[in-house]
């Protein structure tokens, strides 16, 4: 597993955890990703749930998304958006892409991010 914090335009610090070649199931089989808010600075002062739309994608070689899938945050994600901390796993796709069909280059592999608040 592979595990990325980063702060969103607002101060919301989020996670994203990326399972490379198995998740609960569907072991070797499909690539996975989850997101969830994060302890963080500025937890006080901001507003909570977040509401948000997240979009994210597996990128090929040429900038084109490959794999896609999207969102919001308003609706059945459990307690992953709400002010941490909580003790819940994340919210996203347990089958993003096959791992046979990996767009990886270079052995990298491009995930593209894209958080708009609602």
Known sequence: MLTRCFYTLKGHKS?????P???????NSHAAI???SDEGSFDDTLKWPMKILIEYSA?????LAVYSNSFDTCYGVGNSFQRPP????GWGSNDFFPVNYAPIQH??????IKITYL
């Open 15 to 19: 996670k994203v955890n990326f399972y």
């Open 86 to 89: 909580h003790l819940d796993d």
């Open 107 to 112: 052995n990298t592999l491009i995930l593209a």
């Open 34 to 36: 989850y997101f969830q």
């Open 59 to 63: 990128v090929d070689e040429n900038g």
């Open 21 to 27: 070649n198995d998740y609960k199931d569907l072991v």
